[in-house]
C-alpha cells in the first residue's frame, strides 16, 4: 500500500480539520454534465444527435492552446447567434500519429484531455472524428459534402487562418468558406493569435516545455500544461528519504525537460501543492522514466488512484549526488524553492471539464 505522509517541511499545512458538526443533509445528485461528446466514423451510421445542425470550431486542437480557444469563441459567437449549438470538431488519432506511425509525436493533450478541456468552455459539445485511411482519402469536396453536411448538417464553421482539411491537406480555409457559401453555411476564419510578436502554436508550447519553461507554456496554452495518470508501484525510495511520492508513467513521446518542478496536484476533488522529478533519477537510473510527485500536508492511499497534475515552474535539473544526505538536503532546498514559486502563482489550475457520452 502507498500510504503518502509529509513531512510538514516549514509549514505552510492546510486543510485543518473543522470542530463544527456536520449537517445532515438528504443526498441529491448533481445533474448529467451539459458537455456531449460524440464519437464517429464514416463506416458508422451518423449519430450527432442533439449536436446536428451544430455550428463546429474544426482543428486537431492539440492543447487546446489561447489560439484555439479564439477559434472556439468565434463558433459560439455563430451559434449564438443562430440559436444553434455550438461544438468543435476534432480528429483523433492525431494525423500526424496515422501518417507517421513510427515517430514519436509529444502530445501536449491526449483525446481525454481535450474532450475535459473543451467542457469547461462554452462549448455545447464535441464530436471526435475517428481518423482513418477512409476519412484521409477524402478530397475537400467530399469531406465538405460527406462529413460536414450529410453527417452534422453544420449551421456554420470556424477554422484558423492555417487549417486545412481533405487528402493530402488540399483543402484550404478560402476554399472551405467559398463552399460554405455555395451550400448554405457560415464559415468564419480566425486570423493568427500573437504573444508578443510570436505567433501561438502547439509547436511553440512543445518548445518552452522541451526547453523547462513551463511558465512560458502556461503562457501560450492561457493555463499550466498539465498531466493524467494513474499512480503506479515504484521502488519506495522516496519513502526511504523521506520524501514518499506517487509515480506516474507518461506517454514515452512525452517531450517536457527532465528536471524537478513546481506541481499542483488534483485528486478526488482536491488539491495539493508539491514538487515533482520528471526523469530517471540520476543517483538510482533503472532506465525508466517516470514522473515522481511528492504532495505538500497529504497524507493517504493513493496506488491506483488518478492524479492530474499542473506543472507550475521550473527549479532545476537532475543532478547525481555525491551522498544521499546531499540529495536529501537538496530535496528540502526544491521543497522550500516550490513553496514560494507556487504561492508567486497565485490559485492557478486547468480549466477542465466533465464529459457526457
Known amino acids: 500500500m502507498l500510504c503518502l505522509t509529509s513531512v510538514n517541511r516549514g509549514g505552510h499545512r492546510r486543510?485543518?480539520?473543522s470542530n463544527r458538526r456536520a449537517l445532515?443533509?438528504?443526498r441529491i445528485d448533481p445533474p448529467p454534465p451539459r458537455f456531449l461528446a460524440v464519437h464517429d466514423a464514416l463506416d458508422a451510421p451518423p449519430h450527432a444527435g442533439r449536436l446536428r445542425g451544430a455550428v463546429v470550431a474544426m482543428g486537431n486542437f492539440e492543447g487546446v492552446h489561447r489560439g484555439h480557444r479564439a477559434v472556439i469563441t468565434s463558433a459560439v459567437g455563430r451559434a449564438r447567434g443562430l440559436g444553434r449549438p455550438a461544438a468543435a470538431l476534432t480528429f483523433e488519432p492525431h494525423p500526424r500519429a496515422f501518417f507517421k506511425p513510427d515517430e514519436t509525436l509529444f502530445r501536449l493533450t491526449d483525446e481525454t484531455a481535450k474532450l475535459r478541456l473543451f467542457a469547461a468552455t462554452a462549448l455545447d459539445g464535441a464530436i471526435v472524428m475517428k481518423f482513418d485511411g477512409a476519412l484521409a482519402a477524402l478530397d475537400p469536396a467530399a469531406f465538405i459534402e460527406r462529413v460536414l453536411i450529410d453527417r452534422f448538417a453544420v449551421s456554420g464553421v470556424a477554422v484558423g487562418f492555417d487549417f486545412h482539411f481533405g487528402k493530402a491537406r488540399l483543402g484550404t480555409p478560402a476554399y472551405l468558406k467559398e463552399e460554405g457559401h455555395r451550400l448554405g453555411f457560415h464559415v468564419d476564419i480566425v486570423p493568427a493569435l500573437l504573444d508578443g510578436d510570436r505567433r501561438i502554436s502547439s509547436g511553440a508550447v512543445r518548445d518552452a516545455l522541451a526547453a523547462g519553461r513551463p511558465d512560458e507554456a502556461a503562457d501560450l496554452l492561457g493555463y499550466p500544461w498539465f498531466v493524467t495518470g494513474e499512480v503506479v508501484h515504484?521502488?519506495?525510495?522516496?519513502?526511504e528519504l523521506g520524501y514518499p511520492t506517487a509515480n506516474l508513467r507518461l506517454d514515452p513521446g512525452c517531450g517536457l525537460r527532465h528536471g524537478i518542478y513546481a506541481v499542483r496536484v488534483e485528486v478526488g476533488g482536491r488539491r495539493f501543492d508539491g514538487v515533482a522529478n520528471f526523469g530517471r533519477r540520476p543517483m538510482?537510473?533503472?532506465?525508466v522514466v517516470l514522473l515522481e510527485v511528492y504532495l505538500f500536508d497529504f497524507s493517504g492511499d493513493l496506488y491506483g488512484r488518478t492524479l492530474d497534475v499542473a506543472v507550475i515552474a521550473w527549479i532545476r535539473p537532475?543532478?547525481?549526488?555525491d551522498t544521499i544526505d546531499d540529495l536529501i538536503h537538496r530535496m528540502d532546498e526544491d521543497c522550500r524553492i516550490a513553496h514560494i514559486a507556487l504561492k508567486r502563482a497565485g490559485d492557478v489550475f486547468p480549466p477542465l471539464?466533465?464529459?457526457?457520452g
Do not use: M, P, Y
Request: no cysteine; aromatic share 12%; hydrophobic share 35%.
Open 15 to 17: 486543510g485543518a480539520k
Open 24 to 26: 445532515s443533509l438528504t
Open 234 to 239: 515504484g521502488d519506495r525510495r522516496g519513502r
Open 284 to 287: 538510482f537510473d533503472t532506465g
Open 318 to 321: 537532475e543532478f547525481r549526488f
Open 353 to 356: 471539464g466533465a464529459v457526457a
